[in-house]
């Protein structure tokens, strides 16, 4: 016993010594994400085997998922990040104003192969993420069976939880006025349709909490504030798998959803950072996610890879696509500023 | 307090000012150009925004040949055209879009669609670029753009005003469903006047009582005051959640003790965000009034006790005036940092009870409109600064002179 | 706080007076310790009753070497931007105070402006300046920053408790011999004492708490504290942060403990020896 740990010692130190006299040689590179169980599960599943295969140093930061600390580094042109998680929306607000690069798909993979909407021009898809709807089985006694009848305070009665923004909560309020999915986003391009949305919402204003944070939803459910919530189904499912929540999820009319990752301009280890991307963007290894985190992969020719018992739990199971939603990158980039402040000022009379 | 006049020693006049300038200097000289100097320079951008500007060099020259207000001729097309294709060839296209889109929102999928189109070198007269792009047959696009070319803008601090130049070059109110900031504004200050008040309320009696204890005992009541300061906001703020919680600590002692029938909706409430703030408040408050009311004698109470004046009067007229530094210390530094909250309101406070730096921190980080965020900043500092100076000058007091 | 005769009003507002005094400390207090209990909470959630009773929360805080570095980098920065600002601050409050200050006018703006500018505004504005001076992500940077934010407690409570200095005092020191300095210290700082010491607290806790300029300013190696507890706010509210802050009320409690023993002790000794 002895002996083994100081072996390991030994290792350690000449790990680190070795680490310290040659950091600028070996090649390095700097990925900026979320933090988290999630990031752990980058780690798992990515990070660290790329670094092995490569034989480079994979550095890893956190920060909020908030782009302006990066909008500032590219500002002042030195750049220690080559790659960063975003979400989708954040990934279109980022190419808009110059601080992503527009990437080139010939040094990742056929654009094709990418489920619609992941293969955006400034990010790629790293996950599928479900919005969807989630209670507590032991306080409501008739299980909800869309995420619309978030909509129904006769039969649900009691306060319901929503994200505070606009995106997701006009598109359902639309499908719950009667839109048919197709058209959803062609209706919320006109000011009646936007009319349209507010006044669903209006119906149901009064009994609405609003969250901010992922990690609100499930703590709302545990202590019971409200009686069901939107939520991003990986939250949920965590609570039902590790705490043994009594919560369960909605998934017909959920909206699909991507995480994405990026490269910020002026990016140090460019090379480096898009054959990063290429090697997650293999069958194999863009599947094995799922094997640490409940979430899908983007890549429409990695099911196959994805570990049969995490299957049903993915947002992207057949049994959760009768009826869905993609959310419209183009639709938010164009109307999400204007939207934003609508929707404030209606949060605010 | 005392007016015997002591021979001055040693200085001149004309350099008195300078030893405590010096004793200043270092602070002073940090604060601007670490501070001062960068604040400045980004604050700056609510006026000057020259991205529309340098994407569109030939169509400003083409506009000022143009004559009159309204959608433009032929040539401003074909300008603009040129325009967009170098401004796609050279990336710049994007931030032009996202630079129009918040004058003129929709503005950006179709510029960039004109764009596209316009590299092609397809069709770039007017007639197939309002085809492509129906916002460029408007009046109101033009306007936009028109106001857009100018490198100084008054747009976004107007905005912060809810206001905006109107087609006829008048400024007027924007839509109702669209003001939201004057309303935000109003919130926030009202929000941090209530904190203080009920701060002050219930740190003066305390700060009083502490005066006069023993120090052993007054030390032991003063390390509980400052224990909130070794734990994070967020810890705080997510322990009032589990007081206010329907669920929570306080329903449930409420209804153990009879005092109400059923249970209180205090989260996502503003009473729920103003007792939290309060709670977070308390010490700031506190601690610059105790520390006067150390230095204050009490037998100046007495005396004027002594003198024949009554306790109330005694209190009012002697005691307090003495410890008003310090109550408008407390206060100030209360009511600022009410201004700048904004995790507690996410968490704790209800959909209307969201602050200005909800805003603003929302400009900066998520949509990356710094020339909004430095608009509002700049309304919150100038007000701020504004009412700190009229209050100090109305009431006649001064934070920073000896007796 | 009773005259030596108290009358029955007096006794009725006294009693009043400190009924109302305890209702304060309880709103003050009972809140601080409610995480206790959560944080050893075997469950992942922030709820009462409990889902059992545990100390993973702790093994996390404890075990793993980022909660430890982030806990030492807290203390650090804090430690030093409070030295700094308490300096600084006393400083210029003393240099303000002077009647004979010019243009202060424009100067106390200035002092106090950072307490107003939002501070996210504050974060971009000094990364684009630390950036270019190759101060963004070090440690002295952060301090730097930190102290700019922390000055206008210091210079706000200890002008404050100037106000009822007699300046006069200053004047006899000097026409009796003593030199500035001495005069400052054995005259002037324990008066205003209180109100540096308030000052500094608030100078600490402004750093300590502080997450928007140090997710600016801040690498992986400077993490601190409070960002440890922000970046998994997207995925989880983790209880660890109620063990964390257990931890730190429970060093905090101890260290002031220590602190008092000591000062007790060194009058004891100073008396003994007087004798």
Redesign the interface.
């Known amino acids: 016993m002895k002996r083994v740990s100081r072996t390991t010692l030994l290792a350690l130190a000449s790990a680190a010594i070795v680490g310290q006299l040659q950091p600028a040689s070996a090649e390095e590179l700097t990925v900026m994400a979320t933090g988290g169980a999630w990031q752990a599960a980058l780690r798992q599943a990515w990070f660290e085997p790329f670094a092995k295969k490569m034989g480079i140093k994979f550095n890893e930061q956190e920060y909020t998922g908030e782009l302006g600390k990066i909008k500032a580094m590219v500002e002042t042109g030195n750049v220690p990040i080559d790659l960063v998680t975003v979400e989708t929306s954040t990934v279109l607000q980022g190419c808009d104003a110059g601080v992503l690069i527009r990437l080139d798909y010939s040094k990742v993979a056929d654009r094709s192969r990418f489920l619609p909407g992941t293969a955006l021009d400034c990010g790629v898809g790293i996950d599928v993420y479900g919005d969807v709807l989630a209670y507590d089985t032991t306080v409501l006694k008739e299980a909800p069976t869309s995420v619309l009848d978030i909509f129904d305070t006769k039969k649900f009665p009691g306060k319901r939880a929503m994200r505070k923004a606009p995106a997701q909560n006009l598109e359902w309020a639309l499908m719950a006025d009667g839109v048919p999915i197709a058209d959803i986003y062609k209706v919320l391009g006109t000011l009646a349709g936007v009319d349209r949305a507010f006044k669903k919402l209006d119906t149901i204003k009064k009994d609405i909490v609003w969250w901010d944070a992922g990690a609100q939803p499930p703590q709302l459910l545990a202590s019971k504030e409200v009686v069901m919530t939107t939520a991003w189904n990986g939250r949920i499912q965590n609570a039902i798998d590790q705490d043994k929540r009594p919560f369960a999820i909605v998934w017909d009319n959920q909206i699909v959803e991507y995480d994405m990752i990026a490269i910020p301009k002026s990016a140090k280890n460019l090379d480096l950072a898009y054959k990063y991307l290429a090697y997650a963007a293999d069958p194999e290894v863009g599947a094995r996610l799922g094997r640490f985190i409940p979430y899908g992969p983007v890549l429409t020719d990695a099911t196959p890879f994805v570990p049969k018992e995490v299957l049903p739990k993915l947002p992207t199971a057949p049994d959760h696509m009768k009826s869905y939603l993609v959310g419209d990158v183009e639709f938010w980039g164009d109307h999400g500023e204007d939207l934003v402040k609508r929707f404030n000022a209606w949060l605010a009379q | 307090m005392s007016s015997i006049a002591l021979p001055k020693i040693g200085t001149t006049d004309r350099w008195d000012g300078l030893r405590p300038l010096a004793l200043a200097a270092p602070l002073l000289l940090l604060l601007l150009f670490s501070f001062g100097a960068p604040i400045v320079a980004l604050l700056s951008r609510a006026v000057y925004e020259p991205t529309i500007a340098n994407a569109l060099p030939h169509t400003i020259a083409a506009l000022r040949q143009d004559s009159g207000a309204g959608v433009p001729g032929e040539p401003v097309f074909l300008a603009l055209a040129a325009d967009l294709k170098q401004a796609q060839a050279a990336g710049a296209v994007y931030e032009f879009a996202k630079a129009l889109n918040t004058r003129l929102p929709g503005a950006r999928s179709q510029v960039l669609r004109v764009a596209r189109i316009a590299t092609q070198d397809q069709a770039t007269g007017k007639e197939a670029m309002i085809k492509a792009a129906p916002l460029l047959g408007e009046e109101q696009s033009w306007a936009a753009i028109r106001t857009g070319t100018n490198r100084f803008t008054s747009f976004y601090l107007l905005s912060a005003f809810d206001l905006r130049w109107t087609e006829r070059g008048t400024i007027g109110a924007v839509p109702a469903d669209q003001a939201v900031f004057l309303r935000v504004f109003g919130r926030t200050f009202l929000i941090a006047t209530i904190v203080t008040l009920a701060t002050l309320a219930l740190a003066f009696p305390l700060a009083f009582v502490i005066t006069n204890l023993r120090p052993a005992v007054a030390g032991m009541v003063l390390v509980l005051v400052l224990l909130p300061f070794w734990t994070s906001i967020l810890v705080r703020t997510a322990a009032w959640t589990v007081i206010l919680q329907k669920f929570g600590l306080l329903n449930d002692l409420l209804l153990w003790l009879g005092l109400t029938s059923d249970r209180l909706e205090l989260m996502y409430s503003r009473t729920g965000l103003i007792i939290a703030m309060t709670h977070i408040q308390l010490p700031f408050t506190l601690l610059p009034i105790y520390s006067v009311m150390r230095s204050v004698k009490p037998s100046l109470v007495r005396a004027a006790q002594s003198l024949g004046a009554r306790p109330f009067t005694a209190f009012w007229r002697v005691y307090l005036p003495q410890v008003m530094p310090g109550v408008l210390a407390g206060c100030l530094l209360t009511f600022i940092l009410c201004l700048g909250y904004y995790i507690t309101p996410v968490l704790i406070g209800g959909a209307s009870d969201q602050l200005i730096s909800n805003f603003i921190a929302n400009y900066v980080n998520v949509e990356l409109n710094w020339e909004m965020a430095a608009a509002l900043s700049f309304v919150l500092l100038a007000s701020t600064l504004g009412l700190y100076v009229t209050l100090t000058r109305y009431l006649g007091l001064d934070l920073f002179k000896m007796g | ?1 009773l ?1 030596p005769y108290p009358t029955t009003a ?1 006794w009725v ?1 006294v009693t009043a ?2 009924f ?2 305890v209702l ?2 309880i ?3 009972v ?2 310790f ?2 206790v209990p ?1 944080s050893f909470n075997s ?6 009753p409990l ?1 059992g009773l545990s100390t993973r929360w702790y093994e996390v805080v404890l075990g793993t070497p980022r909660w430890r570095a982030a806990i030492g980098n807290s203390l650090l920065i804090g430690l030093g931007s409070t030295v700094l600002a308490t300096v ?2 006393t ?12 243009a ?2 424009f ?16 974060a ?9 001076v190759g101060l ?2 070090t440690y002295f940077g952060i301090i ?2 930190h ?2 934010l922390a ?1 206008p ?1 210091v ?3 200890v ?10 005092l200053m ?2 020191t ?2 009796l011999g003593a030199r500035p300095l001495t005069g400052f210290i054995r005259v002037m700082l324990p ?2 004492l ?2 540096v ?2 000052g500094a ?2 100078a ?2 402004t750093s ?2 502080e997450v ?1 300029v140090v ?2 300013l801040a ?2 190696e400077q ?1 601190t ?3 440890e ?9 983790s209880p660890a ?2 063990a ?2 257990t931890l ?2 429970g ?3 101890l260290l ?1 403990i220590v602190a ?1 023993l000591l000062v007790r002790r060194s009058r004891q000794s100073a008396s003994a020896l007087a004798e």
């Open positions: 706080m005259s007096e507002r007076l400190w109302w005094c304060v400390l709103f003050l207090v809140p601080i409610v995480p959560l469950g992942s959630f922030f709820t009462f889902a600084l601050g400083l210029t409050a003393i240099g303000l105070s002077d009647p004979k200050f010019p202060r006018r100067v106390v703006p200035l002092l106090i402006s950072p307490l107003i500018v939002p501070v996210v505004v504050t971009v504005g000094t990364y684009l300046f630390y950036a270019r963004a992500n730097l920053a102290t700019v000055s407690f210079v706000v409570t002008g404050a408790s100037l106000t009822g200095f007699d300046r006069n004047r006899a000097s026409i008066l205003i209180p109100g010491l308030s607290a608030f600490f806790v300590f708490d928007v997710q600016f690498n992986a993490r504290l409070p960002l507890m922000f970046t998994g706010l997207r995925e989880q509210l942060i109620t964390a802050a730190m009320m060093l905090s409690i002031l008092n």
